[in-house]
Each structure stands twice: as structure tokens, then as C-alpha cells.
């Protein structure tokens, strides 16, 4: 009988070491890098003869890119989010102005220490391609900012909470934050809160919180917001730097969409007024999913899945 049953146990424990393996596989090849990315350029277009109603003869464009890379890995988590956008409108009897200009990158590590809450630190920086100028970006007028002027480096750390892939919150009471001014017109007091005539860079530290909630409004529309507040301990801390950002997306085909944004920003080292731009294309868009990431308990933004 114990001869008999020695080809079957073979066999059975052949079977279960092979099991073992491909065990092994998934979960070695289960991917910890998530990549959630969007390129896009939106047209626009107008052109009149003999209509009696007005107008003028128009063409504009408009390109960006917007990645999020997430690295998450047992108690690690590493977001890294890259958003370049730039555009321009050529208008008859007007000329070329700019209608879009921004550069985002931010950076933040952190490790969680209990459920969906992270010890964090990260970076950000945020600035422009080229020049703007007062008058609608008219270069006859008066230049106004340019690349790195201003621009904004914020290094700090705090805690991250991370229910879902669709809401992130970060609050830092650590932060710094350099104000850098490197085109020579514009180091002059006053300007972006510079101290003195010739200075290049301002220094503040104080709180910085920054939250992202992405909402699924139906198939293929969805809308993406942001929101950040700063206070800075060393100066008027009760001058609050409030920034939004919504991104409405309609998706029409997997090649074809629809973005709006609206941006608000209030600043009072830039103006003491509430700004505001907001913005309107339809064109080509190229959705990147690069799947599933190896954490079960979140759902990977499916609201972006093609």
C-alpha cells in the first residue's frame, strides 16, 4: 500500500511546490508603481467675412501634460505629480498673446505609521515658461513675471492622510518657502514681497496644507480639485496664501475630449486682489493606466481608467 501511494504523494507534493511558485510570481511582479498621466492639445478657432455682427479672425492652441507616479510598497508611499501646460491665441489686429503658462511639480514621501495616516515630507515647485506682461501679456506693455519670476520652492514635512486613491491631505506645520525672483526688471522692492532693491529670493516659513479630491460625476466626466493654504509664521501670518484649481474633463473618445479649468489664486504679496483664469478646449487627449497597483484595500483611480 505505502508503494501505491508514493507515486500519488509525489505527484501531490509536485503539484503544490509548483503552486508555491506562481504564488511567488504574482506577487514578485504585482506592480508597485502606478502611472496615471494625460497629454493633451486643445484647439480653438473663429473666422468672419462680411458679418455684420463683428469679430475678428482667430486661431489658438493649447498643450499640457499631466502625470501622477505613485510608488507604494508596505508602509511606503511616494507620490510624484508633473503638470506642464502652455498655450496661445493669435487674434487679427491683435497679435500673439499667451493664454496658458504654468509648470507644477511636487514631490512627498511617506510611511504610514497607522491606518491611511503617513509621516511625510516632500518639495514643490512652481513657475512659468515666459514672460507675462500687464495688459492681457501685450509686450508693449509693462513685463510683469517671467520664468523663476516669480517662482516657488516649499520643502517641509508633517503627515499625509491617504484614505483612497481619489483623496489625498497634507498638512505640513514645518514648511519652508522661497519666493525666487531671477529676471532683473522685477527685483525691486516691493515686488512678490521683496525686502530690498536687487533682491533675487524672499525666505518664509511657516504651514502649509494641500489637499487633492477627485470626483467621477458620471461615465467619462469627471472633475479633479486642488486646494492649498499657506501661513507664514515669520510675517503677517494672518495673510493667508489661497490657491484652487479645478480641472473638469469630458471625455468624448478614447482620443477626443473636453477640458475646463478654472484657477483661482489670492496672494498678497502678488496683488492684494483675488485672481482668477479660467480656460476652455476641446481636442486630442492620450489617457496612460499603467494598471493595477499592488495594494488590495484602494481602487487605483478606476474613475481614469479608459
Given at each position: 500500500?505505502?508503494?501505491?501511494?508514493?507515486?500519488?504523494?509525489?505527484?501531490?507534493?509536485?503539484?503544490?511546490?509548483?503552486?508555491?511558485?506562481?504564488?511567488?510570481?504574482?506577487?514578485?511582479?504585482a506592480k508597485v508603481w502606478s502611472i496615471k498621466g494625460?497629454?493633451?492639445?486643445?484647439?480653438?478657432?473663429?473666422?468672419?467675412?462680411?458679418?455684420?455682427?463683428?469679430?475678428?479672425?482667430?486661431?489658438?492652441?493649447?498643450?499640457?501634460?499631466?502625470?501622477?507616479?505613485?510608488?507604494?510598497?508596505?508602509?511606503?508611499?511616494?507620490?510624484?505629480?508633473?503638470?506642464?501646460?502652455?498655450?496661445?491665441?493669435?487674434?487679427?489686429?491683435?497679435?500673439?498673446?499667451?493664454?496658458?503658462?504654468?509648470?507644477?511639480?511636487?514631490?512627498?514621501?511617506?510611511?504610514?505609521?497607522?491606518?491611511?495616516?503617513?509621516?511625510?515630507?516632500?518639495?514643490?515647485?512652481?513657475?512659468?515658461?515666459?514672460?507675462?506682461?500687464?495688459?492681457?501679456?501685450?509686450?508693449?506693455?509693462?513685463?510683469?513675471?517671467?520664468?523663476?519670476?516669480?517662482?516657488?520652492?516649499?520643502?517641509?514635512?508633517?503627515?499625509?492622510?491617504?484614505?483612497?486613491?481619489?483623496?489625498?491631505?497634507?498638512?505640513?506645520?514645518?514648511?519652508?518657502?522661497?519666493?525666487?525672483?531671477?529676471?532683473?526688471?522685477?527685483?525691486?522692492?516691493?515686488?512678490?514681497?521683496?525686502?530690498?532693491?536687487?533682491?533675487?529670493?524672499?525666505?518664509?516659513?511657516?504651514?502649509?496644507?494641500?489637499?487633492?479630491?477627485?470626483?467621477?460625476?458620471?461615465?467619462?466626466?469627471?472633475?479633479?480639485?486642488?486646494?492649498?493654504?499657506?501661513?507664514?509664521?515669520?510675517?503677517?501670518?494672518?495673510?493667508?496664501?489661497?490657491?484652487?484649481?479645478?480641472?473638469?474633463?469630458?471625455?468624448?473618445?478614447?482620443?477626443?475630449?473636453?477640458?475646463?479649468?478654472?484657477?483661482?489664486?489670492?496672494?498678497?504679496?502678488?496683488?492684494?486682489?483675488?485672481?482668477?483664469?479660467?480656460?476652455?478646449?476641446?481636442?486630442?487627449?492620450?489617457?496612460?493606466?499603467?494598471?493595477?497597483?499592488?495594494?488590495?484595500?484602494?481602487?487605483?483611480?478606476?474613475?481614469?481608467?479608459?
Amino acid at each position: 500500500m505505502k508503494i501505491k501511494l508514493l507515486p500519488f504523494i509525489v505527484l501531490l507534493g509536485i503539484h503544490l511546490s509548483a503552486q508555491e511558485r506562481n504564488d511567488a510570481a504574482v506577487s514578485d511582479t504585482a506592480k508597485v508603481w502606478s502611472i496615471k498621466g494625460q497629454n493633451t492639445l486643445m484647439l480653438n478657432q473663429a473666422a468672419f467675412s462680411n458679418w455684420v455682427g463683428g469679430g475678428a479672425n482667430n486661431v489658438g492652441w493649447l498643450a499640457g501634460v499631466n502625470y501622477n507616479l505613485t510608488y507604494e510598497k508596505g508602509k511606503d508611499l511616494w507620490e510624484n505629480i508633473i503638470i506642464l501646460g502652455y498655450g496661445q491665441n493669435n487674434t487679427k489686429g491683435v497679435g500673439t498673446r499667451k493664454t496658458q503658462d504654468v509648470i507644477n511639480l511636487s514631490t512627498n514621501y511617506g510611511r504610514e505609521f497607522a491606518k491611511n495616516w503617513y509621516i511625510s515630507a516632500g518639495a514643490s515647485l512652481q513657475t512659468q515658461f515666459a514672460p507675462g506682461y500687464a495688459d492681457g501679456n501685450n509686450p508693449e506693455a509693462a513685463k510683469i513675471s517671467n520664468f523663476m519670476a516669480p517662482g516657488y520652492l516649499n520643502m517641509g514635512a508633517g503627515v499625509t492622510y491617504r484614505p483612497n486613491d481619489n483623496f489625498t491631505a497634507t498638512m505640513r506645520p514645518a514648511n519652508a518657502r522661497w519666493t525666487f525672483v531671477l529676471d532683473k526688471d522685477l527685483q525691486y522692492k516691493g515686488m512678490y514681497g521683496l525686502k530690498n532693491d536687487g533682491d533675487s529670493s524672499l525666505f518664509q516659513f511657516g504651514f502649509l496644507g494641500t489637499a487633492i479630491y477627485k470626483l467621477k460625476i458620471m461615465d467619462n466626466i469627471t472633475l479633479t480639485n486642488t486646494g492649498s493654504v499657506f501661513s507664514n509664521y515669520l510675517d503677517h501670518p494672518e495673510r493667508l496664501v489661497l490657491a484652487y484649481s479645478g480641472i473638469l474633463n469630458m471625455k468624448i473618445n478614447k482620443f477626443i475630449s473636453t477640458n475646463v479649468t478654472l484657477d483661482l489664486l489670492y496672494d498678497h504679496n502678488q496683488i492684494a486682489k483675488t485672481q482668477l483664469k479660467q480656460t476652455l478646449g476641446v481636442g486630442f487627449a492620450y489617457n496612460i493606466d499603467n494598471g493595477r497597483k499592488r495594494s488590495e484595500n484602494k481602487d487605483n483611480q478606476t474613475w481614469m481608467k479608459k
